[in-house]
Nanobody, 128 residues
């Protein structure tokens, strides 16, 4: 079965950095778009960053210029480098995988409903 396991969360001071990793198994990793989502208490789960193939990326406006998504298909792993962290970045961060849809839609990887598999989440807390 498909498993997505996130690691790298923790407590960091504002202005600091964290790197999240998500190891995938049970799927043809290179064929899937991968995304990072986050959910703060009382709020909806929203996309933070997503990557299709090796070079097509998408970022939420709130993280542009601070976060970078990347993937290593040889290791079946997707990463989220988070710099200049702010208290408002505090949330549970989830990794997810989206198969290419049929009929194909080029921007499917930016849409939460496209994601079929989810990890268990990792807590990121940014103190002020």
């Amino acid at each position: 079965q498909v498993q997505l396991v996130e690691t790298g969360g923790g407590l960091v001071e504002a202005g600091g950095s964290l790197r999240l990793s998500c190891a995938a198994s049970g799927l043809t990793f290179s064929a899937y778009a991968m995304g990072w989502f986050r959910q703060a208490p009382g709020k909806e789960r929203d996309v933070v960053a997503a990557i299709k193939g090796s070079t097509m990326t998408y970022y939420a406006d709130s993280v542009k210029g601070r976060f970078t998504i990347s993937r290593d298909n040889a290791k079946n792993t997707v990463y989220l480098q988070m710099n200049s962290l702010k208290p408002e970045d505090t949330a549970v961060y989830y990794c997810a995988a989206a198969p290419p849809p049929y009929p194909y839609s080029g921007n499917y990887y930016t849409q939460k409903d496209s994601y079929k598999y989810w990890g268990q989440g990792t807590q990121v807390t940014v103190s002020s």
